[in-house]
């Protein structure tokens, strides 16, 4: 079986151990999307799923702080939290869990733990990154060349993260890449959420996309 190249980080199946999954069940509301994938002018209440890969090869520690909050194998985690910040051609962020404004979240080592490496690059689209709380965490600025990111220092982070929307090299070396989007269909959700954000990062309709359901999947 051949290797498999995460962003210039590689996974060989054979020697790392196997790859683990999760998934997010979402309800929101927001601009209903056609079969060619363009938004139209017509809002209404949706639902959808995310499946994730993670890259346990990688990252084990944020991967398995990830995997425990979906489950809420701990008594805590991602259900019922939402998307509380989301910037079109930018990113989606959530994992606040404990405050719903990015201020909160707690992971399961503890209320925040380090950066564990910066090996994955934010190099495309659809990749799941941790997301730094505290109170210089405000929208950041969107010009790669101002250095925009969401750190208030390397030891902040605890359940909160983002997934991209668009490359955003200029977070690497700044947030860990621990996993992905892993299929179209997840990345249709991923758009359709996209578009109930704002340049402030604000939510723009009445329902906040909210994470109904999430867990871990066996593949």
Same mark, same amino acid.
Not at 177 to 189: L, N, T
């Given at each position: 079986?051949?290797?498999?190249?995460?962003?210039?980080v590689?996974? %060989?199946?054979?020697?790392?151990?196997?790859?683990?999954?999760?998934?997010? %069940?979402?309800?929101?509301?927001?601009p209903?999307f %056609?079969?060619?994938?363009?938004?139209?002018?017509?809002?209404?209440?949706?639902?959808?799923?995310?499946?994730?890969?993670?890259f346990?090869?990688?990252?084990p520690?944020?991967?398995?702080n990830?995997r425990?909050?979906?489950?809420g194998e701990?008594g805590?985690?991602?259900?019922?939290s939402?998307?509380?910040?989301?910037?079109?051609?930018?990113?989606?962020q959530g994992?606040?869990f404990?405050?719903?404004?990015?201020?909160?979240g707690? @992971?399961?080592?503890?209320?925040?733990?380090?950066d564990? =490496?910066?090996?994955?690059?934010?190099s495309e689209?659809?990749?799941?990154?941790?997301?730094?709380?505290?109170? =210089?965490?405000?929208?950041?600025?969107?010009n790669p060349?101002?250095?925009? @990111?969401?750190?208030?220092?390397?030891?902040?982070?605890?359940?909160q993260?983002?997934?991209?929307?668009?490359?955003t090299?200029?977070? %690497?070396?700044?947030?860990?890449?621990?996993?992905?989007?892993r299929d179209?269909?997840?990345?249709?959700?991923?758009?359709?959420?996209?578009?109930?954000g704002? @340049?402030?990062?604000?939510?723009?309709?009445?329902?906040?996309?909210?994470?109904?359901d999430?867990?871990?999947l066996?593949?």
């Amino acid at each position: 079986m051949s290797s498999v190249d995460f962003n210039s980080v590689t996974y %060989d199946p054979k020697k790392d151990p196997p790859q683990k999954y999760a998934y997010f %069940d979402l309800t929101w509301e927001g601009p209903v999307f %056609d079969a060619a994938g363009k938004k139209t002018d017509q809002v209404k209440s949706q639902s959808g799923r995310i499946n994730f890969e993670l890259f346990n090869s990688v990252t084990p520690k944020c991967t398995e702080n990830f995997r425990a909050l979906c489950t809420g194998e701990r008594g805590f985690g991602y259900k019922g939290s939402t998307f509380h910040r989301v910037i079109p051609q930018f990113m989606l962020q959530g994992g606040d869990f404990t405050r719903g404004n990015g201020t909160g979240g707690r @992971s399961i080592y503890g209320d925040k733990f380090p950066d564990e =490496n910066f090996k994955a690059k934010h190099s495309e689209p659809g990749l799941l990154s941790m997301a730094n709380a505290g109170a =210089n965490t405000s929208v950041p600025r969107l010009n790669p060349l101002e250095g925009a @990111s969401f750190t208030n220092g390397s030891s902040s982070n605890g359940s909160q993260f983002f997934i991209t929307t668009v490359v955003t090299t200029w977070l %690497d070396g700044k947030h860990v890449v621990f996993g992905k989007v892993r299929d179209q269909e997840s990345m249709q959700v991923v758009r359709a959420i996209e578009a109930t954000g704002s @340049s402030t990062g604000k939510v723009t309709f009445r329902q906040s996309p909210t994470i109904v359901d999430c867990g871990q999947l066996d593949a």
